[in-house]
């Protein structure tokens, strides 16, 4: 067999598990409204049944495997950020603050000076 054929074959394999993990959860939910009857436990344990069986069979696929790769390569990405100190944390909000203070002040002046020049000096509508 040739790389390009076994290659094919497994990406067909691959689609074929996330169908089959896409199918189990369809049937859990399906199961929930097909069982009217019966119990709650009973229809959502149908339900948690087809959702945790359908997860295993996606994270057998390439593509589960590819998303657990990159979720610890998150984990251990954030495990490296360097968090700022409550002090520090404190400090930014307070200049974010005072910056949204300063520009409102800014802007609702700059609209009363408009609202004066045009209103007042151009069109002569006074209140």
Do not use: C, H
Not at 112 to 121: C, G, I, N, Q
């Amino acid at each position: 067999m040739s790389a390009s054929s076994v290659e094919t074959v497994n990406v067909t394999a691959d689609r074929i598990k996330v169908a089959l993990a896409a199918l189990l959860v369809g049937a859990g939910i399906v199961g929930f409204y097909v069982l009217p009857e019966q119990q709650v436990a009973a229809r959502v344990g149908a339900v948690l049944a087809g959702l945790v069986l359908g997860v295993i069979v996606f994270f057998l696929s390439a593509s589960g495997k590819q998303l657990w790769a990159f979720g610890q390569d998150a984990i251990r990405e954030a495990q490296r950020v360097v968090w700022p100190t409550r002090k520090e944390t404190l400090q930014m909000t307070g200049i974010v603050f005072v910056f949204v203070v300063v520009m409102a002040i800014f802007l609702w002046t700059t609209d009363k000076t408009l609202e004066w020049v045009l209103y007042d000096l151009i069109l002569g509508w006074k209140k």
